[in-house]
Each structure stands twice: as structure tokens, then as C-alpha cells.
């Protein structure tokens, strides 16, 4: 009998050292952090100049200006405004955005103080209308889109040939107006009015002409092609 008991009080004391051994442990864990979910793992939202920045490139303000006399092709013309449309949708939806339409809005302007400085007229035209989109309410560059429109309607002249006809000197001459894309050939005589143009004389030995341009008392000379 005493050797049984013995036995038992042994097996108990096994039992609890195990028990208070596994205890031990769990409770010397540290709780698990609970994972950051929603909001809370969130980045925080890009800066006005961040959102200006995106917008800036997208719209190609940091580009180098294009040579002069490239042309702005309407298809280009409405891509560029449909673009500006949509970056002022974009970013007036918050106040980071609106912040950013400023910046963007400076931008722009350094861009058409430079075209104007390199009597770029489409493009001076163009960039106008865009600033326009993003606020309708301005007026500081009527007078930019006046000489704009001034210099868009001035005809580009050629002289094809200076012949004497019936006794009459006369101007062969190509017409260009860059504002409508339109070239006209015709024949003036000294005198004689036409797209805006009046054919005051000519010049030197038949080396070309002198013209008027109408709206603006501006007097040119073309010189004929060969005497270039």
C-alpha cells in the first residue's frame, strides 16, 4: 500500500510541474498587435505641389517651346483643350487640387509669356484659350490674343514673277493667310488691293515689291524667288 501511494504522489507532482511549466509560457507572451486596416494603412494624400507637378507633365508646360513657325493643327488644338478640361475636373474635386490648379496656373502663364516673346500667334492663341479653361473669369491677355489674331491674319506674300503686261507692271504673287491656312495666286497691279494687301511699288531693279498690310499701315518687302 505505501509503495502505490508513493507512486501516485510522484505521478501528481509530474502532472502539475508540466501544468505550471506550459502556464509559465503563455503567459510570458506578448498580446498580438492587431493588423492596421481601412484608413489607418492609408498613405496620406499627394501634396498640392505633387498633384501640380503630375499635372504639369501630363499637360507638357516643362517641354522646350517648338521651333517657330510650326503650325498647331486642329486636331492638336482640341487634344490640348480637351486635356486641360480634364486636369481641372481632376483636380478641383479637393482642396490639395485646387491648391494645385494655382501652381498649374502660374505655369502656364510663364509658357505664354514665352511663346509671345517668340511671336508663336497659334500657339500664343492656343495656350490662351487653354488658361481660359481653367479660368474663365480672366482678361489679362486680351491684349496678348489681339496682336495674336493682328499677326494671324497678316497674308504672307511670294512673288512668283514681276511681268509687264500691256504696258502695265504687274505682281505674280502667292497669298498665304495663316489664320484660315489659305493661299490665294494672284496678279496686282501697282495700286491695286487684294486679301488685305495694296501693291505699293517695285522694288529695286525688279527685285521684288513693296506692299501695305492694310490693317496695320506695316509696308513689307518680297523679294522675287530668284533674288533671294
Avoid at 494687301?197 to 515689291?209: A, T
Wanted: include cysteine; charge should be neutral; glycine fraction near 8%.
Amino acid at each position: 500500500m505505501l509503495t502505490f501511494v508513493s507512486g501516485s504522489i510522484r505521478i501528481l507532482a509530474v502532472v502539475m510541474i508540466a501544468v505550471v511549466a506550459v502556464a509559465g509560457c503563455g503567459g510570458s507572451s506578448e498580446p498580438a498587435q492587431p493588423t492596421p486596416t481601412g484608413d489607418a494603412a492609408a498613405p496620406p494624400p499627394p501634396t498640392p505641389e505633387e498633384l501640380a507637378r503630375r499635372a504639369i507633365t501630363d499637360l507638357q508646360l516643362d517641354a522646350p517651346l517648338p521651333p517657330r513657325g510650326v503650325r498647331v493643327p486642329a486636331s492638336v488644338r482640341a487634344t490640348t483643350l480637351s486635356q486641360f478640361d480634364q486636369q481641372k475636373a481632376t483636380l478641383s474635386k479637393t482642396p490639395e487640387g485646387q491648391a494645385a490648379l494655382d501652381i498649374v496656373k502660374k505655369k502656364l502663364d510663364d509658357r505664354i509669356r514665352a511663346i509671345y516673346g517668340a511671336e508663336m500667334w497659334e500657339h500664343v492663341m492656343l495656350y490662351t484659350d487653354a488658361y481660359a479653361r481653367l479660368d474663365p473669369q480672366i482678361s489679362k491677355y486680351d491684349e496678348m490674343r489681339n496682336k495674336a489674331s493682328i499677326e494671324l491674319r497678316k497674308p504672307r506674300v511670294a512673288v512668283k514673277g514681276l511681268p509687264q503686261v500691256g504696258g502695265h507692271q504687274v505682281a505674280m504673287l502667292s497669298i498665304y493667310i495663316p489664320m484660315t491656312s489659305q493661299t490665294f495666286e494672284e496678279r496686282l497691279s501697282v495700286g491695286e488691293e487684294m486679301h488685305g494687301i495694296k501693291f505699293l511699288n517695285v522694288y529695286g531693279e525688279n527685285r521684288g515689291i513693296t506692299y501695305e498690310y492694310l490693317e496695320t499701315g506695316e509696308k513689307y518687302v518680297a523679294l522675287l524667288e530668284r533674288a533671294k
